[in-house]
Structure formats: structure tokens, C-alpha cells
């Protein structure tokens, strides 16, 4: 899920039964279609978050 905090508002989820790094990737990757890339952006620290795979996309 992305959440934009400067308006408390969800613009990103999907959902899925291994929450891998390209499930990740493809919901971030979407997000940024529709939204356009942020200027900040903070994750958990998961392993997902920080394969080059979702990173690669930032």
C-alpha cells in the first residue's frame, strides 16, 4: 500500500499471497503512472523494499 501522507490518502494497493518484490515493484510502478514520482519516499525496511528489483524502479 503507498499512502501520500499530505493528504491522508491511499493511491496505491494490491493484493497478494506472497508479497514478493515484483508484486511490490508492479503496485509501485502503477502508483507512479498514475500519480507521478515523489519528490520522498520511505518503506519498511522488508526485504522487498530494498531488492534491487523495487529500488531499481525509484
Not at 490518502?9 to 493484493?15: F, S, T
Amino acid at each position: 500500500m503507498f499512502f501520500r501522507w499530505k493528504d491522508r490518502k491511499i493511491i496505491g494497493w494490491d493484493v497478494s499471497d506472497t508479497m514478493n518484490a515484483e508484486c511490490c515493484r508492479d503496485v509501485l510502478v502503477d502508483t507512479i503512472q498514475r500519480h507521478g514520482k515523489p519528490e520522498t519516499f520511505n518503506t519498511d525496511q522488508w526485504s522487498q523494499f530494498t531488492s534491487e528489483v523495487f529500488v531499481r524502479v525509484l
